[in-house]
Each structure stands twice: as C-alpha cells, then as structure tokens.
C-alpha cells in the first residue's frame, strides 16, 4: 500500500500532464505524416496492446476499424475520441504501416478504477454513513487529484458531527484483478466536543399549556452530557419548531445558536399563538375543515390568507352537496393570541334532479356524458364554469368552431333539496374539412402519410385533431432519420368548408452511427449488445431507443438506463447507453399460515447474472407441516445463440397427504425431478413451451382403499414430455381487471421415454376479467382435464391423477376431497375433472375487499363417466387485504347441494387471487 500525500499527488499531476502534452504532440506529427504519405495504405491484421478491461470485438465496434478499411486519420481519429467515451482509457496510441494490408498497432493505456473502499480507525459514527458523505464512490476511477477535495468534504461533515480535528490518511493497494486497487481510508476522530450547559433563551414566555414537562429540552435529543453535533442539533431544531405549531404557535422562530466555552445556547421565539375554531358545523367535522386553513404551513396570519381559508371551506362544502354555504370569520386578538372563529351556516344539501340542454341538435344523453356535474349526485355550483368550458371543447372537436354556452340557470327546490340545470347553447354552424393535402415529400411517403394523419374530406374540422396529426408526422420523420423535420399548416377557409394542406420540411436525414457502452463493469458487453435493435447506418429512429431501453430494464441487472446521442464528423449519430448496475443477488424469504398445511415458510437465494451473462441460479427451500421441498433452478435466458429461455430445474420434495377433515395420513411421496425445457414467446400475449421431466417418486403407507393399481405403492419412474401454449391479456398477472388468460397443457408419458408408466393428460383453463366500475371487477374462470392410460398400465397413478376441493378449486369442500372415494371414505382421484368459478371482486378502500363467489366441479374415475349432473355447486363469500404480491384472503364456501353427513361449508386462508 502506498501513501497518497498533497506533495505526491501535485507531483504526480505534473508528472502526466507533460506525458500527456508528449504524447499529443507525437499524435500530431504522426497524423499530418499520415496525411501526407499513407492516402493509399490499407488496414491489414490490427494488434491490440494493453487491453483487458473490455474484449477485443467491443473496442473494435467502438473504433470502427476493421482489417481491409483504408487507413484513414479522420476516421481513426473519431475512433480514437469514441473509445475515450468509454471512460476506461487513458491514453490511446495508433500506429499503421504505409503498405497496402499494413500492420495496425493499437496501444491503449487503462485506467486505474476503485475496486473497494476499506474504512479502519477510530471512527466517530457507523461506516455506512462514512461511505455516504465521502465522493468518491467504489467502481469509480481513481483519480488522485479529488483525493485532497473529497478527504476534506469528509473532514467537514465529521466536524460537524463534533469532532473539530480528524485527520484521515488514504492508501491504495493493487488487486489481483487489472487495473482494480483497493482504497484505503484511515479515520482518526480525536476527541469530540462535549456539551456540559445548555441554554434554551426564550424571547417570549410560554403558555403553562403549552409547556412539556421538564420544559423544552425534553424535546430535545441533545442533552447535558451528549457530543456536540451540529446535524442531531438541526434536527432538533425542526422538532422543536413541530412542537411549538402543534401547541398553536404558528410562527415561531427557534434559532439562532452558538456553541461557546462548552455551553450551547439556542435563542426560540415561539410568538403568538393561533386558534382556529369552528361553531355551526354538522355536516362536516371541525378537524376536516381545519386543514384548508394554511397558517400553520406557511407561518403567516393576515387577511389574504383568511379569504383563502374561507374560499377552501367553502370549495368543500361546494362538493359535497351544500351550494348555500356562508361562512363568517371572527378575530379576537391581543399580544399572546390570536382566536379566529369560522361561523357557518351550512344551508340546505342539494341533488341534481334533471340536467336539460336548449338550442341543440345533439343527443342530450351525450352532452351530459361531457359535464362533470351529474344526474342524481350532489350539487356543485363550482363545477358550472368548468362544463361551459367542457361544451364548448366538444362541440370544438365536433366542428362547431363558433358554439358558445349562453348560461347555465339553476333552478333549486330548497324544500325538496333538488335542483334542475338548464343549459342553453349556441350550436352555430358546422365546419368541415373539404380536403386534406401533404406537399414536400416524395409521393410513396405522402401516400403512407395520409394514412397516418387520418383525417379526410367530410370530417368536422378542429384545431386537436390538426395537431394531432401534425405530432404523427413529426414523430413518422423522427423515427425515420428526420430529426430536424417541420410540419406547418396551411389553412383555406371557404364558409364552413376548409382545405388543410400539410407542408413537410424534412430536413437532412440522419443514421445511427457507432454505440458506446459505458457502466457494464459486471455484465458482458454480448449481454447488452443481443438486446439492441440498431444497427450502424439505419436510419436514426427514436423509437427504436425507447424500445431498447425498456429492454435493457427488462434484464433485471440496471437500476438506470440512460442513452443519449452524439452527432459525429461523418454525419452520423453514435448512441451512448449509459448504465447502473443494480445489485444481481438477492435473498427471500416469507412465512404464513393456510387451513390445510397449517404454518409454512419459504427461502429462496438468487444471483441473475452469473459469469456477467445474465444467466440466473436460484436456491428455494420450501416448509409446512406437511410438505418439505428444495429447487434448484437454472435459466439461461438466450440459448443456442437466440433468445430461447432455457430453464433447467431440480427438485426434491417429501409430502404427508392426508384427509383434512380428521387430519389422517392417506400417503406418503417423496419424489426426485428434473425438468429441462425452452420457452418461445410467439407474440406479446401468446407463450408456448416445452419441457422434458423425469421423476422418481416414492409412495408410502397408503391407505388400502386408495390403491387402484400396483403402481400406486413402491417407486415409481415417470419420464414425460409437456408441451403448452399460453394466451394472457391480463393488464396485471398478481391483480387482474380486464383481460384473458387461455391455455392448454399436456404430459405424456411412455415407454419410449423409459418411463415405467404409460398415459397422456390434458387441460384446458381459460379465465376472463371484465372491470364493470371503478371499484368493481368480475372474474369467470372454466377449468378441466382427462387422462388416458395406454399399453400395459391399467391405472392413472396415483401422483397423476386429478383432485378437487380446496382454496383455488371449489372452496365449499376441505382439500382434495372432492370427487370418487374408496371403500374407507378416502378420496382415490380420478381420471377427469370439470370445475368452474365466478367471482364479483369488490375494492372497498384501504386495501379491502369483499368477494363473493360461486364454484362448480367435480372429479370422475374415468373420462367416459364424465356426467355434468354431477357437478357440485358452493357459494361464499371472501375477504381481500391488498399486497403488492397479490391479496391476503379469507373464504368461506357453502355447499349448494350438501350429501348426508357433509359439513355446511369450509373456511379457506391463502395469498392471491383463486385464479
């Protein structure tokens, strides 16, 4: 380690600046030789020297060099300035031969970057607050010439936590790693200034009330004793400003302080105090009335801000309902208090009866869709001046470019409490568009453009609607290398007729030029580049970077995308994505409670960019009364060069199956999987996948009435295939409002595939969301499968076959206790099911919901006893408490069509929807 001292770092900044101004000069003889005697030199085998914090292909796509390109200074030298954009470099030196297929030799000198800063010594408070206040920051540059700037930054913000004489030595050390140190920070604090007196100097005296025990240093966190800091002082300041407001100071002052001889005094005026009361009120509370008066927030009392007040409380009684609403300030006021008093007369609450339109040829029913104010809700007369603006905006979009609202005349029934709205309107005439033309561009393009505009001759004619398409075509040339395009509007008015005619500037077209990478320490420069749609020479399309930006937040591995733009000296424009790396690893875990496992837990360790591929491993281990289960999973997310996911995932799990009502043992399974298989998204709402699993499963002292076939007892080996196809429109996988989610699945399993069983299954599911109001959603799901066994196995096994009853099935029976049962009242399964759900999910506020449900299904041995007679039916209702990864809920089903001694209904705890 060595040490970094003022004298050193002035040295050393001497030291580089002559090299630099050497190697410039060297730079500038070497190129006007070039100039001079290399025109028809050409690039043969390029050798980089130096170079390892990026590969060899990225600094070649930032030097657009390649082997067989003529030697060219220009464009090596807007090479040269594009690779120090990157922000690893030095120092760049190119050298080429003067022959055609010269040797190209590129020596680049790396910089030094931060690979973790290390605190030690007498630290004056916790490290991490250290990291915060000291600038430089780890995979940062070293640069040792912010050193003397950021220990001193350092140094000031100890002090002021009490410690006046810090001194703070720094050293690097190298690292295994290229180009990466270490930094060391060697903190000592020294002794801190302790506070032994402490004087709270009132300007003015307190009221007896509005004095804590122990006066106002009881307020304080700073006492007789503690360390002198300056940022605990401050806050504590703050508290005391709080405290005096909430005892009716509205203005008061605390401060100035100083800290003298060990004593700290701090001046506090806390002024007049402000009480603000309310007298006539019943419809609305004093304190909701309270909060429209703004004394307290902005520390002032005068008669502007009564008016204000007043216009507030007003503005509220206005929207709920009280359009005769008076209210009367009185102010009683000497030289400790001020008391305002609001009197109100709050009047009569008044509902709309009927909203009538005169002097229109428009549907009235259309009209009123456009007001604010509504039939049957309450009155607000402050709304009246908004919906005369609203009209006339519509009739503007309609054409009617000179209608105008004459008045809106109220008539109120004061006994009845209703009022009925008249709105008499001036329609005037209609105008329309009598031809649209685009000139300034070639005619392929006007033709797409006309297209785009999407106005036409007949059409009403207002100014939105021109500008909107104005925007469009803005936008078309933008996303078409026309950065700098115009579109002006030319109109010809004729009467009620007007001919619009778009002039198209273009401007000079341009193209994407080089990209330049910079932030991605741990991830690979192929990880971002796969993601990126552009390529050099298309032409400049911004939508293309907002699509590539949301990609690159997709990945899961950057907090902050940014990507700007550089124009270059050939007329192009070089992207520049600027990066932040987010934290890849991340650990998980949760515990719960349901009706049938009882208490559970989970714990899940993740890292989402191994080997900086964005390649992810995870770790989850899952525990219940009834169930353990470990996962290994693995995803590589672009397999065989495309972006196929393939995920891998190993599984063990050991499971207690019992018959919930009496809780006894039907089973026991412990199985070992592997499942590999590749995802392939066909569209933005329809997903196919298929994978490939083998399983080794155990089952154990089962109850003799659930064995249907000898493969229901010993182990098992089950090898399948398991294709499926997915369609989700859903607007929120954890909460949906609107939207479908379809699919179909299939496992077969066969000889072929060494397994020891033979069958196929198949199920079909498909759930709809449909939001009928604000606070309401309704949800239809229909559910069902068949299996079929085939050569020699005579039975489904037992692991494969369908269950239902339960939390997410039909919730009027326990777990898996719907459907065929043995000799013993155990549930066997069978080999088809049927199941529906309706659900009208209601938001009440605050997070909570109410749900009631109807759930249908049933379970049959076989396919071919499939019966829609004997559906089970249950009704009930649920409760929902919002999370962010789904809803808490509680259900209780009742059963519709109950067998003799069948319990009524069954009570349900689980997290997220049912489907």
């Known amino acids: 380690m060595r040490d970094l001292n003022t004298d050193g770092i002035r040295k050393e900044s001497w030291a580089v600046f002559r090299f630099i101004a050497g190697v410039l000069l060297v730079v500038l ?106 600038p430089i920051k780890e995979e940062q540059p070293l640069r040792h010439d912010l050193f003397l700037q950021a220990t001193d930054q350092l140094k000031d913000k100890i002090a002021r936590y009490g410690f006046p004489g810090p001194t703070i030595t720094t050293g690097i050390e190298k690292t295994d790693r290229p180009n990466r140190v270490n930094l060391f920070l060697i903190i000592e604090a020294g002794p801190p200034l302790i506070i032994k007196d402490l004087r709270l100097t009132m300007i003015s005296p307190l009221s007896p009330a509005a004095t804590p025990a122990g006066g106002l240093a009881a307020v304080m966190r700073l006492s007789v004793g503690s360390v002198y800091n300056e940022i605990k002082l401050e806050e504590d300041m703050r508290r005391i400003t709080e405290f005096l407001k909430k005892e009716g100071y509205y203005r008061p002052v605390v401060g100035p302080y100083s800290y003298k001889d060990e004593g700290l005094e701090i001046a506090i005026n806390p002024g007049r105090r402000l009480a603000v009361k309310i007298d006539g009120n019943s419809a609305l509370s004093a304190g909701r009335l309270q909060k429209e008066a703004p004394f307290f927030e902005v520390g002032e009392f005068h008669d502007e801000l009564v008016e204000e007040t007043i216009a507030k409380m007003l503005a509220l009684y206005h929207s709920e309902g009280y359009p005769f609403a008076q209210i009367a300030p009185v102010i009683n006021a000497d030289e400790n208090l001020i008391e ?21 040829i428009l549907p009235g029913k259309r009209l009123k869709e456009v007001l604010s104010i509504k039939e049957g809700e309450y009155f607000n007369p402050d709304l009246t001046e908004k919906d005369r603006d609203s009209l006339k905006e519509f009739y503007g979009a309609l054409g009617f470019l000179e209608a105008s609202v004459k008045g809106i005349r109220t008539d109120i029934d004061r006994v009845a409490g209703t009022v009925r709205l008249a709105v008499d309107v001036d329609e005037g005439k209609k105008t329309e568009i009598a031809s649209v033309d685009i000139s300034g561009t070639a005619p392929d393009t006007k033709e797409e453009l006309m297209r785009l505009v999407g106005l036409k001759a007949g059409d009403p004619y207002n100014e939105v609607d021109i500008s909107d398409a104005r925007f469009r075509m803005i936008e078309y040339f933008n996303n078409h290398g026309y950065t700098t395009a115009d579109i002006s509007v030319q109109r010809n008015m004729d009467k009620d007729k007007v001919a619009v005619t778009f002039v198209v500037t273009e401007g000079k077209k341009k193209f994407f030029g080089r990209t330049i990478i910079k932030g991605n320490r741990k991830t690979k420069y192929e990880v971002i580049r796969r993601e990126l749609q552009h390529s050099e020479g298309h032409p400049y399309n911004n939508g293309v970077l907002a699509e590539e930006r949301q990609k690159l937040y997709r990945l899961g591995l950057f907090t902050d995308v940014e990507i700007g733009t550089i124009d270059n000296e050939q007329g192009k424009k070089d992207i520049i994505i600027r990066l932040n790396e987010g934290n890849a690893g991340s650990v998980e875990y949760g515990f719960g409670y349901a009706e049938h496992e009882r208490f559970r837990g989970f714990a899940e360790v993740s890292y989402r960019n191994l080997w900086g591929m964005n390649r992810e491993m995870l770790l989850r281990a899952e525990m219940s009364r009834l169930e353990k289960r470990y996962i290994l999973q693995y995803n590589e997310p672009w397999f065989l060069e495309r972006p196929l996911p393939l995920r891998l995932f190993f599984l ?12 006894r043992l039907l089973y026991s399974l412990s199985r070992y999987s592997m499942l590999a298989g590749v995802e392939k998204r066909l569209s933005g709402t329809m997903k196919a996948d298929l994978y490939y699993e083998f399983s080794l499963v155990r089952t154990s002292d089962v109850q003799p009435d659930v064995v249907l076939t000898k493969e229901d007892t010993g182990t098992l080996a089950i090898s399948s295939i398991k294709p499926s196809l997915i369609y989700d429109t859903r607007d929120n996988p954890f909460d949906p409002q609107k939207g479908i989610l379809a699919g179909a699945t299939m496992k077969l399993a066969s000889f072929v595939l060494f397994s020891e069983t033979n069958f196929a299954k198949i199920e079909l599911f498909g759930s709809s969301y449909h939001k009928l109001g604000r606070r309401v959603t309704l949800a239809v799901s229909l559910r069902g499968g068949v299996a079929y066994h085939f050569g020699q196995t005579s039975e489904l096994p037992l692991v494969e076959r369908f269950f239902l009853g339960g939390r997410s099935t039909v919730r009027g029976y326990e777990q898996d206790t719907l459907g065929p049962t043995g000799s013993d009242g155990n549930p066997t399964g069978g080999n088809a099911f049927l199941m529906g759900n309706i ?5 009440l506020g605050r997070g909570i919901g109410l749900v009631p449900f109807i759930d249908m299904g049933n379970v049959w041995r076989t396919v071919g006893g499939m019966n829609p007679g004997d559906l089970k039916y249950t009704a009930g209702m649920g409760l929902r408490y919002s999370t962010p990864v789904g809803p808490l809920r509680v259900d209780y089903g009742f059963k519709l069509n109950r067998e003799p001694r069948e319990s009524r209904g069954e009570i349900h705890f689980s997290v997220g929807h049912a489907f």
């Open 340 to 360: 305002i008093t609001f009197f109100i007369f709050e009047g009569e609450r008044v509902t709309v009866s009927a909203i009538e339109f005169g002097g229109v």
């Open 29 to 134: 003889c070497f190129f006007m030789f070039w100039t001079a005697s290399s025109a028809a030199a050409t690039v043969g085998h390029i050798e980089i020297k130096g170079l390892s914090s990026v590969t060899q292909r990225e600094f070649l796509d930032i030097f657009g060099v390649r082997e067989g390109d003529p030697v060219d200074p220009a464009k090596i030298s807007l090479g040269i300035k594009r690779a120090f954009l990157k922000g690893l470099f030095d120092d760049i030196l190119v050298f080429a031969g003067e022959d055609e297929n010269a040797e190209m030799i590129i020596t680049v000198r790396e910089r030094e970057f931060i690979r973790k800063i290390y605190i030690r010594g007498d630290l004056p408070f916790p490290e991490r607050v250290i990291r915060e206040y000291f």
């Open 839 to 843: 659900e009208l999910r209601t938001f």
């Open 652 to 663: 063990h799990e050991k499971r207690d199956e019992i018959n919930t009502p009496d809780r």
